[in-house]
């Protein structure tokens, strides 16, 4: 038996499409043309996830820079049903993970997750996201109305980035 090839790619004008689809599918919510029009000019923030060159998956994310910080919002993340647990959702947020840590600015990266979707918030947990807040009536057209706020702390506020989710040990001129 051949191993299957999962790989991430750019989206573009020309596969725009395959991605509306997709989240149509996997998203109980509706995304406007806005937001397909941002996702455009996204670049590495915004891939097609392929299973022996079908799209599967996809992971679209934001620079976010309220509330006086620079964070990473994964707006959405999905692979279709028969898809899931081959990795191809570990690809994906290890991905987002990468970029996070190659900018080396950010202080978090958080999503919205439905409160009844355990699946969801469970592979989240694996990655050290935590759920941080709730937000009640956060969806308008489904039912729970309500999100789960993951987030991911990269660095506290004006600190230095954590490194495997500890500060780094401090240099003391040579004498520890």
Known sequence: MTRAKIELGDVTPHNIKQLKKLN????PVSYNDKFYKDVLEAGELAKLAY?????????CCRIDTSENSRRLY??????????RRLGIGTLMVEHVLKYVEHDGNFDSIFLHVQVNNESAIDFYKKFGFEIVE?????YKRIEP??????????RQANSTPL??????????????
């Open 24 to 27: 149509t599918v996997v998203f």
């Open 163 to 176: 490194v495997n989710g500890n500060v780094p040990h401090a240099k003391t001129n040579g004498h520890d």
């Open 51 to 59: 299973y022996n060159d079908i799209v599967v998956g996809a992971v």
């Open 74 to 83: 994964i707006m959405t993340l999905g692979c279709l049903y028969p898809y």
């Open 134 to 138: 709730t937000k009640e009536h956060y």
């Open 145 to 154: 109305a309500d999100a789960h706020v993951l987030q991911k702390t990269i």
